[in-house]
C-alpha cells in the first residue's frame, strides 16, 4: 500500500481590516405605514427594526460594496493593486453575469485580482470568509477582499407587507491575509445548507425557471418571498448549532465569546439564540434597529462598526453566525 502524505495543514489567516457603507436615505416605519398596512408598532414588536436605508436609483451592489471595501483596503493599510482575490456575497448583484465581483474590481482598480461572487444569502459574507480562509491558507491567494453587498430595494414587492418591512440596503467588507503574528485569527468556521428547504424562501422569478415575461410582470416575482414564520424557526436552530460548532472546533466554550455578532434579520431570533448559548446581552452586537435586514451585509456591517466601535479588543474572542436563503447557515470564529 503506497502511503498517502497528509496535506499541509492550511496557514493560519486573519481579518487585516473592515469597512462598511449605507446609503444615505433613511426609511423609517412611518414612512412605511403611508405604503402598506402596517404599524411602527407591529414592525418594532416583531422585529425590532426601526428603519432601514435604501439606495438611489443609480447606486448599485457594486458600487456600495466597492466603498465598503475602499474602507476596509484603508484600514487594512493595503493597496488595490496588491488584492489578488475578490469575493462578492450577494443575492443582488448588479447584472446576471457577469459577477458584481467584476464591476467592484473595476471601481477599485484591483487589477491584478480574480473576482466571483457568491450566492448563499444572508450566510454569504461567512461563505466567503471560508473560501478566502482556505484559499490563502493553501498558499493559492496572498490578499483577498470579501465584500457582503445587497440592494434589496430592488429585489421587494413594496405592496407585500410580509416582506417590504423587513429589508434594507448596504454593504460591509473585510480583508483576510495571512497571519504572520498579528489578532484577527480565524479560529475555526461551520458552514451548512439544507436545499430541501429551498422554498421557504426565495426570488421566484427571473432565472431561467421562470423568465419574465410581458404577461406575467404584474405578478412582481423577481421579488423576494418568504413563509416568515418557518423560516424563523429553523433560523433559531441551525444559528445555535452551528454556533455550538464553531466554538468547540475553536476549543473553546460560551463563556470565552467576549462578542456575539448575529447576522441581523431579527431581535427575537437573536433573543432566542442568545438565551440558549448563554451568552450576555450586553456582549452581543445588534444594528438591525437602524439598517433591517441587509442579508449577505449584515454581519459584515456589525463587524465593521463593532470594529471601529472599539468592541472587540486583542484576543477577545469573536463569534460571528448567519442564516439565510437556501436555506444556508454559517459560523465563524475570530481571535481578535
Ligand atoms: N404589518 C402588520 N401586520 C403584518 C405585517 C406587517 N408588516 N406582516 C405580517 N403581518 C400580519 C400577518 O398577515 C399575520 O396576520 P394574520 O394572523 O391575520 O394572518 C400576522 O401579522 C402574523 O404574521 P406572522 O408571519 O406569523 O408574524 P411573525 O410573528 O412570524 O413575524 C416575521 C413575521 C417578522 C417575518 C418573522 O417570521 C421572521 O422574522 N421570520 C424570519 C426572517 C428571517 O430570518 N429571514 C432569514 C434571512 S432573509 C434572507 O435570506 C434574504
Redesign the pocket.
Known sequence: MTDIPSPAPPLPVRIAGTGSYVPERVMSNAE?EKI????DD??TS??GIKERRIARANEFTSHMAAKAGQRALEQAEIDPADVDLIIVAT?TPDTLTPATACYVQQHLGCLKSVAFDVSA???GFLYALELARHSIGAGAFRNALIIGA?K?SSFVNWSD???????GDGAGAAVITPSLNGGGRVLSSQLGTDGAQAEL?NIPGGGSSCPITIENAPQQLAT?A???????KH?VNAMKRASIEAISAAGLTSQDIKLLIP?Q??L??IDAIVERLEIAKEDVFINLHKYG?T??AAVAIALDEAHREGRMERGDKILLVA??????WASAVIEW
Do not use: K
Not at 402598506?36 to 404599524?39: C, G, H, I, L
Not at 407587507?161 to 429589508?167: A, E, I, Q
Not at 442564516?323 to 444556508?328: D, K, N
Open positions: 412605511l402598506v398596512d402596517t404599524s407591529w414592525i416583531r422585529t443575492i444569502a444572508c450566510s445587497e434589496l407587507r410580509n416582506t417590504c418591512v423587513l429589508f424562501l423576494l418568504m413563509q416568515g414564520r418557518e423560516v424563523f433560523a447576522h434579520a431579527n427575537r431570533i435586514n442579508s449577505a442564516f439565510g436563503a437556501g436555506l444556508t
